[in-house]
């Protein structure tokens, strides 16, 4: 149920800000001149709380209940299968530009170019610095992003950990209770989808993708108790070594300092263990929701037709427009059209047979 109450926001979110800031300046290995580009973020997080505190105060959005929500960890097809969830007539996945100002998203439409022109030069900004990122992951203001910016103006999400070397904050996060984070996470995604209606004027369904959510099923699922999940799943080893790969180029973008057998031995030590909860428990983490497990080489193999299940699933039909338009997509976004992706699981320190030992239950449960 949405609040009517005036909002405030948790003292927890000063706390998150003030660890953060002490980990990247003492442990970051920034570059001198993205500190100052480091700390605005900071200043633009607070900014974006307060006006959300502000904008709910004049009014209350509508309820957002039960969205669609895509999970799985990093680099397993969600960002694919999500764009695609997007080009549906009911479904909304928001862009960039919002959830950079879901203020401004909730207001004047005048205002949305100027919006959007601004997220586009941050994005072509870290682009310079992070040269190998697109063909990695692409970042575009006009685009459906990760739903993650909305938690990082809480100081509480994992996102901070990919794009900095912030081992102190790090281990303060992980003693968190992330379910007020979360529940702001909701405050700021209704504003951004109050005026997404379809072409008959009716609310659109948010469709949402972050792989940090997986480590925080209980707490999302608390903000939104009606959500559907997809499930995507692949081999470990594969998924872990490409998340190194990712942190890479995305760390490069503020540091020229990066210990690449550190940054997989991070990425192992975090995503192992969730490989295990989500085989013992995945079902009680989302509290009997309703989830449809797919697998990453099914995505790729049969695009087609794991959307249809996707939309089966969702009660949505495959319309032609629909078809037409992902055939559109992909034909503009194949594999290499944005860069080549390059690494190898040594580089990162890794070894795949034993990332394939430590993770056998999750492997056996979802089939991958």
């Known amino acids: ?5 005036t909002l405030r926001p948790d ?24 500190v100052p580009v ?23 959005p509508p309820p957002v209940d039960g969205p669609v929500v895509v999970i799985g960890m990093l680099r397993t097809g969600t960002t694919l299968l999500h764009n695609l969830l997007a080009l549906h007539g009911k479904l909304h996945g928001p862009k960039l530009w919002e959830l950079a100002d ?13 919006v959007r022109d601004a997220a586009q030069r941050y994005v072509d900004d870290y682009n310079r610095k992070a040269p190998d990122l697109p063909g990695i992951h692409l970042l575009h203001a006009d685009r459906p992003d990760e739903c993650l910016r909305l938690v990082v103006n809480t100081f509480h999400s994992m996102v901070l950990e990919m794009r900095y070397r912030v081992p102190s904050f790090g ?36 469709v949402l993708k972050c792989p940090f959510h997986t480590w925080y099923l209980p707490e999302l699922v ?14 470990p080893a594969e998924a872990i070594a490409s998340t190194a790969s990712l942190c890479r180029a995305v760390r490069g973008a503020r540091s020229d300092d990066l210990d690449l057998p550190e940054i997989g031995a991070f990425w192992r030590e975090r995503i192992v263990p969730l490989t295990a909860k989500l085989a013992d428990a995945r079902d ?37 427009e629909f078809l037409a338009e992902v055939r559109a997509y992909l034909s503009r976004n194949g594999r290499r059209k944005h860069g080549v992706h390059r690494y190898t699981t040594d580089e990162f320190g890794l070894d795949a047979g034993a990332l394939r030992a430590a993770t056998s239950d999750y492997r056996s449960r979802f089939d991958v």
């Open 1 to 5: 149920m949405t609040t009517t109450l």
């Open 38 to 60: 480091v700390l605005a973020s900071l200043d633009r997080s607070r900014q974006v709380i307060a006006e959300v505190v502000a904008a709910r105060a004049e009014r209350t």
């Open 284 to 320: 009680d983490l989302v509290a009997g929701r309703p989830v449809l497990d797919l697998r990453y080489r099914e995505l790729v193999a049969d695009t087609e037709g794991t959307l249809r299940r996707v939309l089966d699933f969702l009660g949505l039909p495959m319309s032609d």
């Open 102 to 114: 879901p203020v401004a998203a909730s207001g004047d439409p005048a205002r949305y170019a100027e």
């Open 171 to 206: 281990e303060w996060l992980r003693r968190q209770d992330l379910t007020v984070p979360y529940q702001w996470h909701r405050h700021q995604l209704e504003l951004l989808m109050s005026r997404r209606v379809d072409a008959d004027g009716a609310p659109l369904t948010p």
């Open 11 to 34: 003292p927890a979110f000063d706390v998150g800000e003030e660890r953060f800031r002490e980990s990247v300046l003492a442990e970051g290995r920034l570059r001198e001149d993205d």
């Open 222 to 235: 608390a903000a939104y108790p009606n959500a559907r999940f997809v499930h995507l799943h692949r081999d």
